[in-house]
């Protein structure tokens, strides 16, 4: 006789795999953020960045505690709270066995600009001169206010022209907020007619159709790179059914990139009602605003010119959403940007579909940079002859120039379209830096390209260095002397572009910390720089990885009798 085996005996865990959530540490967070058992929007995806800068800013880290804690409060799995949080720079996660960090954080910006202007050996000063246990110092990306490099921020306040002695003062006075920022109110900006053109569009008196023409014949163009022209961005997104959405990316990471910083600061007013009439035009249900965290002064501002519009009521209370990056070049792209708004880390995606299409929450959806839709309100007050008059060699308009490095008068100047880099240092910056001579310059930032000073003539503007293998990208220029050392400029470049690769496709992921170590020998072997280039231009999901070779490629171009001469290159 067979016997019928027994039935076995399943075993059930008591609790679930991994860390257990710590009770007290769930109602620390409630008492933190707020209670979401009553408000349960605060559980909304979108959110989960927005809360991590709180308990950043509370606690001056993330442990693996608040993480869980955060996890459960969100109703989110922790693998993807803990994703998001280790993708951003400017979050300090911290282990179960690790100690928290210290308590004061100074970052030393490392972009070519401070390189330029001693940024290494102040931070080798400054490592030497502090107390490791109280005080850490990292390095860090561009910080956006390259004409007054070297800089350093303590906590969250900004040191410019930094050196040793003053930064320390910082230290010992403790005051690690944000510097003040002298700013237009919204009463001294509507007495001067602002948001007349807010109020006639919405009154009816201005359609959508003709402010469009007059954008069309301004020939006003993306100004945050790409150099799309807006009327045809509304155009596409109105094709799109409701709901739509506005977003303005204010997260200006590009190396020598500041202008955004520079309106911002000067006009918000003026900016908002751009960026307002936008959304408008496309009947969006809301606008958000996605601003760099190293413009932590303009948080407060934008935040409270805001409430100025509700408090008289020409925006909806929440209509305008702002939300703080975290320290990502990568959302400087258009749809990196938009995941994280939703609370993502910011990895591009695909296309199509384009983000007018499919943007935010899923939503066709408009994407704007902060100087392009500060025009707007002036184009329409002054005409659209008034912009598109001003150029010079054949082009028209107006252009925003960042320039830093060895010039006597770096800043933000405002110069005709296809200015050339000549001009605009002897007519706008005063002129190239006492003892230096011009040697090569970056007409967009790190990923523009780089050109020898024999190209100084060339037309500045969209369309007019690709020929070159370069772009005007922002209008980004970095100049460069006979002072200065190519190769180690190049070097800080890609490192930058290694540092910054949100690493989800391998050509961007791989490739850059391969030609990071390649231009790093003692011997650089052309061909294998110039096959490596071309796989990342061809395979990278988006531009940076594809512009991440042009400082390279630009002195193979441009520099290579040079660089032979020095017998750096010695293959190809």
């Known amino acids: 006789m067979t016997e019928t085996p027994a039935t076995p005996v399943r075993r059930f865990r008591a609790t679930p795999r991994g860390r257990e959530l710590a009770p007290e540490a769930l109602s620390a967070l409630r008492a933190l953020l707020g209670d979401e058992r009553e ?134 006075t403790g005051h690690f907020h944000p510097e003040a920022i002298d700013w237009q109110h919204l009463d001294t900006y509507r007495d001067a007619g602002g948001y007349r053109l807010l109020q006639a569009c919405r009154d009816g008196e201005v359609a959508v159709e003709t402010l469009m023409e007059t954008l069309e014949a301004a020939n006003l163009r993306g100004l945050g790179g790409a150099g799309f022209p807006t009327f045809k961005k509304w155009y596409f997104v109105r094709q799109e059914p409701g709901p739509r959405y506005c977003a303005i990316n204010a997260d200006e990471g590009e190396p020598g990139t500041f202008k955004d910083r520079f309106y911002l600061e000067r006009d918000p007013h003026r900016f908002l009602e751009g960026a307002l009439v936008s959304a408008w035009a496309v009947e969006a249900e809301a606008l958000y605003i996605y601003l760099r965290d190293e413009y932590p002064g303009l948080h407060r501002v934008l935040h409270e010119a805001v409430r100025e519009l509700t408090a008289v009521g020409l925006v909806s209370p929440g209509y305008v959403v702002i939300r703080r990056g975290a320290g990502a070049y990568i959302c400087g792209e258009e749809s990196a940007m938009i995941e994280s708004l939703e609370g993502k880390p910011g990895k591009p995606r695909h296309r199509p579909p384009f983000v007018a299409q499919r943007g935010l929450f899923d939503r066709p959806t408009l994407v704007n940079n902060v100087e392009t839709v500060y025009w707007i309100p002036l184009i329409w007050e002054r005409g659209a002859e008034w912009f598109a008059s001003h150029g010079r060699h054949g082009r028209s308009g107006l252009r925003s120039f960042s320039v830093s490095g060895r010039v006597k008068r770096p800043g ?27 040697a090569a310059y970056l007409p967009g930032g790190a990923s523009g390209g780089i050109l020898p000073a024999s190209k100084a003539d060339i037309p500045l503007d969209f369309d007019t260095l690709q020929a070159e293998g370069c772009f005007i990208g922002s209008a980004a220029v970095i100049v460069l002397s006979d002072q200065d050392d190519l190769r180690g400029a190049a070097s800080n470049l ?38 490596l280039s071309q796989v990342m231009m061809d395979a990278s999901i988006c531009g940076l990885g594809q512009a ?14 040079g660089l032979a001469a020095q017998q750096i290159i010695v293959k190809g």
């Open 494 to 531: 890609l490192a930058f572009f290694a540092d910054e690769s949100c690493g989800q496709c391998t050509p961007c992921r791989v490739g850059t910390e391969k030609m990071l170590t390649l231009i790093e020998r003692d011997e650089w072997h052309a061909t294998d720089l110039e096959r």
């Open 548 to 561: 991440a070779p042009n400082p390279v490629l630009g002195l193979l171009k441009n520099f290579r009798e």
């Open 412 to 438: 933000v100047h405002l110069a005709p379209a296809g200015i050339t880099l000549e001009e605009l240092v002897e007519e706008y910056c005063g002129g190239m830096a006492d003892g230096h001579r011009l």
């Open 39 to 172: 408000t349960p929007a605060l559980q909304r995806r979108d959110l989960l960045i927005e809360h991590l800068h709180v308990i950043q800013d509370h606690h001056g880290y993330l442990s693996m505690t608040d993480l869980r804690a955060l996890a459960a409060y969100m109703n989110l799995p922790m693998a993807a709270v803990y994703e998001t949080a280790t993708f951003y720079a400017h979050f300090d996660v911290i282990h179960d066995d690790q100690a928290p960090p210290a308590a004061v954080t100074i970052r030393v910006c490392d972009s070519l600009s401070c390189q330029l202007a001693g940024a290494a050996a102040l931070q080798g000063e400054l490592e030497t001169g502090v107390d490791p246990a109280q005080v850490r110092v990292l390095r860090a990306p561009c910080m956006g206010r390259c004409e007054s490099a070297p800089i350093v921020e303590v906590g969250h306040r900004h040191v410019l022209h930094a050196s040793r002695e003053a930064v320390e003062a910082v230290v010992d």
